[in-house]
T-cell receptor, first 111, second 113 residues
């Protein structure tokens, strides 16, 4: 079946602009995660949605970052007033149990 | 809170040689342990996981890992590597009963012919 889909695959934006990154999880998966992968930094947890529960936002680095998950399915990660340090690959994953299934990521470059 | 340390950022090996990628974790409670692999320009995929039971876990592509509770380690091994194993490998931990994964910094495995 279809895996986790992320769009766009690449995004170049100017410093100060807002960006939206989209994630379509695997159908039926109740949990959805966003991670950030920066060069040499490993994977940094950002936010986690589980069913109808309040999301775990403990990894969001600043109030410029926010995420929504509509209808328990598609999620959008929004970064406002982008900064150069936001340049990274943003990975989305979904799961039904303990195994996470990852998308190929969105590479964000802030110029 | 749990944490993961991957002791080697890069590991170069020759083709058909054995390899071990090291992972240590820190947690005061029982955990689940995972190894994920990331091929160039792709997302991560699960190699293997330890939830309970036998401490020796076998995964895809001939990899295996051993959970050692006393040493809080979960090292990944393969007896003979191939060029196609060139990738970045991530160790991860979650608390039992929780789903949020904490990842290590990754180990880049480079296979030389």
């Amino acid at each position: 079946g279809a895996g986790v889909s992320q769009s766009p695959s690449n995004k170049v934006t100017e410093k100060g602009k807002d960006v939206e990154l989209r994630c379509d999880p695997i159908s039926g998966h109740t949990a959805l995660y966003w991670y950030r992968q920066s060069l040499g930094q490993g994977l940094e947890f950002l936010i986690y949605f589980q069913g109808n529960s309040a999301p775990d936002k403990s990894g969001l680095p600043s109030d410029r970052f926010s995420a929504e998950r509509t209808g328990g399915s598609v999620s959008t990660l929004t970064i406002q007033r982008t900064q150069q340090e936001d340049s990274a690959v943003y990975l989305c994953a979904s799961s039904l149990g303990v195994t996470l299934h990852f998308g190929n990521g969105t590479r964000l470059t802030v110029t | 809170a749990q944490s993961v340390t991957q002791l080697d950022s890069q590991v170069p090996v020759f083709e058909e040689a054995p390899v071990e990628l090291r992972c240590n974790y820190s947690s005061s409670v029982s955990v689940y342990l995972f190894w994920y692999v990331q091929y160039p320009n792709q997302g991560l995929q699960l190699l293997l996981k330890y939830l309970s039971g036998s401490t020796l876990v076998k995964g895809i592509n001939g990899f295996e890992a051993e959970f050692n509770k006393s040493q809080t380690s979960f090292h990944l091994r393969k007896p003979s590597v191939h060029i196609s194993d060139t990738a970045e490998y991530f160790c991860a931990v979650s608390l039992q009963g929780a789903q949020k994964l904490v990842f290590g910094q990754g180990t880049r495995l480079t296979i030389n012919p």
